[in-house]
Nanobody
Framework: QVQLVESGGGLVQAGGSLTLSCEAS????????MAWYRQAPGKQREFVAG?????YYGYSVQGRFTISRDIGKNTVYLQVASLKPEDTAVYYC???????????????WGQGTQVTVAS
């Protein structure tokens, strides 16, 4: 009933930057929290950044990544800068969504977008 679609990934040189986007669509009443996670090959999914009334970041990306949100568009953005090869991963967004007619928020995930940083 809710779809999250990420975009903006790609191949970038170390030190470069990208802007990732994630748009939620469907029978949405409200969204409380939107967040980004990432998963590198052979590693567990890692928290990157989240936003509700405030924004917060994983330790490894503080000072380099910026999360923002357009509430009217149900979209969350992640500006990634000063990229390092170790930032290479599939980046996923999620959102805690209250559906039309619903009460409790449900967490939905996108399909991911690949970010590859070349050294």
């Amino acid at each position: 009933q809710v779809q999250l679609v990420e975009s903006g990934g790609g191949l970038v040189q170390a030190g470069g930057s990208l802007t990732l986007s994630c748009e939620a669509s469907g029978r949405i009443f409200s969204i409380s929290v939107m967040a980004w996670y990432r998963q590198a090959p052979g590693k567990q999914r890692e928290f990157v950044a989240g936003i509700n009334d405030n924004s917060y970041y994983g330790y490894s990306v503080q000072g380099r990544f910026t999360i923002s949100r357009d509430i009217g568009k149900n979209t969350v953005y992640l500006q990634v800068a000063s990229l390092k090869p170790e930032d290479t991963a599939v980046y996923y967004c999620n959102a805690d969504v209250v559906l039309l007619g619903g009460r409790q928020p449900l967490r939905s995930w996108g399909q991911g977008t690949q970010v590859t940083v070349a050294s």
